[in-house]
Every structure is written in structure tokens, then in C-alpha cells.
């Protein structure tokens, strides 16, 4: 089996509102590149890649002569191809890779008959456990704003109705420091049994972020995620702050993960498959996560059905798995693949069953998301559409205004 052919196409698929973020916002939509890395024997390998509200096609079309005639399983080869360490420092090559790499498992399990869970060892577990994941939001066509304690604590209700969470994060960094801490603490109160996370993507001074830390001690905390920037940060924080520290920002490599062995600064590691360059490396890093007692979780950056299923084979086959994982995907309207958005159950998904990933593309749905796209473009990630001219420092001090309510055309 050699690769024949790869096909890129940008889609659009709508959220039901903006999301907020401390660095910017997702306006509306998630902007996705959909890959199909067609095989010398007719099948066809899906992978899919983020990109900060940005298509990546043009990229995805310049590995083609790179791997034209390459053999999917040869995937040891396929990193070095793509993502030659010195090569790579000219361009972000991982994130490539983690799409071609979905795709290449995807055509082994087709070719072999058996489910991508199957080809990283076997699943130890036949769904995956899921957080809420929480945002800010402005209103929009159906859905209401999302800003005040009242707001989110009604909006957490009705995901836990629908989806059965029991694990909620909250995405911060939006408003300031003390304001968030009154809508994480009435989260608390209104869900006394169930787990919470906090994630403001690393906008705290470290001031800020043991101070913060200090006053949820007393919560059911699963962990407080990138409260402050940096490895040296987080461990000034994780000494005084007795609440376990999380990152998806600066352990998303090897050499970051051997730094935080020798000088712990982060009690939890985030695996993103994209991040990290595909589900491979992530279930390596697991396995040295297990040997040094480090928790994992796997983390979200903005997925379709298609990076969804990577998450849920990673999922399935981590022993050391102990938290929900993070994930957008009931923020979607809709999805690209057949059958539409997978369904939660008791908090949970089941880990696809059928050959390769076990997803594949609505034709029409792609279509009509790619015409999305064209339509309305891309958007950049670290800017707010609320917020003309505003752009985020680390640490941040221009945070938005609580008693602002604003609605933005999704």
C-alpha cells in the first residue's frame, strides 16, 4: 500500500455562539483543514488539523511530493520525512504530521481490518469520560450570552441535563482574576458532587495565580491548568498552591516532558494529539507520564468528528488515564462526518468500533462547510471581535469588562 494522492479542503462548521478566550475568541465557527490521504488500493485515510481560525491546504498540498509513493506503515519513517527536527524550526511541521498521521493509521486499520485502538495496543476502556468545558460567550442566533455567575451556572445545568457531565472546566482568562473566582466558587456551589478545572490559559501574574489558587483550595478541584506562563512559573505556583497544576502549553514535547521530570513544575499532563505531532507520540509520553507518576488527560484544541475519534482511541487504550478528558465538541452545531456529531452518554463517548478511525465524511456536509468557508474566511484566533484593537499580554492586565453585554453575528 503506497500513498497516491492528498486532498485539503477548508470547512467552516458553525458554534452555537462565540467563545471567549484570554487571548481571543473563537468567532463563531471553527476553521478546519479536512485531509484524505488516498491510497495506491482505493482506500482513503482521514486526518484533520486546527489552525487558529486559518486554513492550512496550501501546506498540506506542499507535502505531496514528499510523500507520494510512501508506505502508511511505515510511520517512524513518515515522522522524519515530515518533521526532521532541524528542518522543521523554519515551519510548524508537527501539526502537519499529527494530520498525516491520523490519516496513516486510518488506512492501516482499514487495510487490516481492525480499529485504530487495536493498532496502539488494545483499549483497556470502551468510552471516554468528558469535562463540560465551559466558556464565556457573546450571544447569538438561538443561544443566549454567557457572563455573569447566573448565566454560566444555568448553562452548566443544561449540559449536565443533556450530557451527563460531572466534570466541569472553565475557560477564564476573559474577565478579571476576582470576577472569575465568583463564577468558578458559584459553580461549586451549584454542583457540590461534581469535579472542576480552571484554565485561563496562562494570563495570571504568578501573584495572581497563587492567589487564586489559595482561595479554590477548598473545592473539588481536579487541577487549576496553565494558571501562570511557562514551566518555571507553574512551579512557583505548584509550591504554593495545594491544588494539582495541569499544562497543555509547555509540556507538548519530549524535551519539555524530560525538563518537567527533573524539575517538576506541572502534576498533569494534557496530550493533544495534534500538539504533539499524532496518537503515537501521545501514548509514548503516557508511558513515561506512568513511570514518573504524572496524571494525563487529553486535551482539546478545537476538534471535528475526525481529531475526536484520535482522542477517543487515545483515551481508550490509557491505563493511566484518571481525569475526563477536554473537548469543544458540544459547543458544535454539527459535524462533517456521516451520521452527524457523536452523541454523549452519562458523560461519555464510545470508542468507534469499525475499521481504522471509524468515522468517515458526510460528502454533503463537507460541501456545504466548505462553501461556509469561502463564504465568510477565516478569522484570527488571538484577536476578540468584541474587542476592536484589543490584543492579550502575558501576564495580562486589560481584561474585559463583566458589565458589558455584547452580541456578535457568529
Known sequence: MKIADIRATTVAVPLEAPLRHSNGAHWGRFVR??????????????????????????????????????????????????????????????????????????????????????????????????????????AAEGHDEIRTPE??????ARLKEAHGFTVHKLKGGVFPPDYELEC???????????????????????????????????????????????????????????????????????????????RRG??????????????????????VCETFQLGVAVHSSGELGIQLATMLHLGAVLPNLTYAADAHYHQLRDDVIEGGKMAYSEGAIPVPSGPGLGVRLDKERVARYAELYRELGGYPYDRDPGRPGWYATVPNERFADPDISQEIAP
Open 151 to 156: 448565566q454560566l451556572v444555568a448553562h452548566t
Open 266 to 287: 506541572v502534576d498533569v499532563v494534557l496530550l493533544d494529539t495534534t500538539f504533539w505531532g499524532g496518537i503515537r507520540p501521545c501514548v509514548k509520553a503516557a508511558g
Open 184 to 262: 468558578y466558587r458559584a459553580l461549586a456551589a451549584a454542583f457540590p458532587a461534581d469535579q472542576l478545572r480552571y484554565d485561563p490559559n496562562a494570563v495570571l501574574s504568578v501573584a495572581e495565580g497563587v492567589r487564586f489558587g489559595r482561595a479554590v483550595e477548598n473545592l473539588n478541584n481536579d487541577y487549576l491548568e496553565d494558571p501562570v506562563w511557562g514551566l518555571e512559573g507553574l512551579k512557583t505556583v505548584r509550591e504554593q498552591v495545594r491544588v494539582p497544576i495541569a499544562t497543555n502549553t509547555v509540556v507538548v514535547n519530549f524535551e519539555q516532558l524530560a525538563a518537567n521530570v527533573m
Open 33 to 138: 483543514t479536512i485531509i484524505e490521504v488516498e491510497a495506491d488500493n482505493g482506500l482513503v485515510g482521514l486526518g484533520e488539523m486546527g489552525g487558529g481560525g486559518e486554513s492550512a491546504e496550501a501546506a498540506f498540498k506542499a507535502l505531496v511530493p514528499y510523500l507520494e509513493g510512501h508506505d502508511p506503515f511505515q510511520l517512524e519513517a513518515l515522522r522524519f520525512k515530515i518533521a526532521n527536527p532541524t528542518a522543521s524550526l523554519y515551519n510548524n511541521r508537527t501539526q502537519l504530521l499529527a494530520a498525516i498521521e491520523f490519516a496513516c493509521l486510518d488506512l492501516i486499520g482499514q487495510h487490516l481490518g481492525v480499529p485504530v485502538h487495536d493498532l496502539l495496543g488494545g483499549r483497556v476502556r470502551d468510552a471516554v469520560p468528558f469535562a463540560s468545558y465551559l466558556f464565556f460567550r457573546y
